[in-house]
T-cell receptor, first 119, second 116 residues
């Protein structure tokens, strides 16, 4: 399978615990994105990497959230001291870098997401 | 603020009929890209079609076409000859030049149900 892979697919955790999700992008893609999707809403941007550099973070990404992409390949998203409001689907996507106006054409390919439930 | 509006929470269509899903957007940028994604119950976001702001012709991809009206800032998705497998959530999204066309801004989505 050469698509974007996310693990685990589902995670149930108790409030206050730490959780970590993994994303393996399409191998030749140098950009990797994390989005969060709550029930009944569209995905919201959290952060993105170009290679190993984290270049933008949303205000949604509180200090309890940290994302890494240590070797420019896979990425992890960690949530510390989880809260019930963190319950959501966490989506990872990857793409090639776009550098021109027409680069907006470069679509992002998404994984199937990790559904987090905080009880 | 940059925003995507999808006013139809749910739509249903008879199999083999055509359906239009509405999307309006708000941006002051001259250059931007508009996307439609399909999200089945499995959760994966599947890219369907793209329209660039400078593209003069409406985009088409198989049974999908995009009715792009730039002056009205609308980018409606038309699905022709609906199939049962088209039942899913559909999201309109926009990519802007801010930060190098990085993040996608999504609407709230439209749930499409195709009836036999």
């Amino acid at each position: 399978d050469t698509g974007v892979s996310q693990n685990p697919r589902h995670k149930i955790t108790k409030r206050g615990q730490n959780v970590t999700f993994r994303c393996d992008p399409i191998s030749e893609h140098n950009r990797l994105y994390w989005y969060r999707q709550t029930l009944g809403q569209g995905p919201e941007f959290l952060t993105y990497f170009q290679n190993e550099a984290q270049l933008e973070k949303s205000r949604l990404l509180s200090d309890r959230f940290s994302a890494e992409r240590p070797k420019g390949s896979f990425s992890t998203l960690e949530i510390q001291r989880t809260e019930q409001g963190d319950s959501a689907m966490y989506l990872c996507a990857s793409s090639l870098a776009s550098v021109t106006l027409q680069g907006a054409r470069t679509e992002a390919f998404f994984g199937q997401g990790t559904r987090l439930t905080v009880v | 603020a940059q925003k995507i509006t999808q006013t139809q929470p749910g739509m249903f269509v008879q199999e083999k009929e055509a359906v239009t899903l509405d999307c309006t957007y708000d941006t002051s940028d001259q250059s931007y890209g508009l996307f439609w994604y399909k999200q089945p119950s499995s959760g994966e976001m599947i890219f369907l079609i793209y329209q660039g702001s400078y593209d003069e012709q409406n985009a088409t991809e198989g049974r999908y076409s995009l009715n792009f009206q730039k002056a009205r800032k609308s980018a409606n998705l038309v699905i022709s000859a609906s199939q049962l497998g088209d039942s899913a959530m559909y999201f309109c999204a926009m990519r802007r030049p801010s930060g190098g066309y990085n993040k996608l801004i999504f609407g709230a989505g439209t749930r499409l149900a195709v009836h036999p």
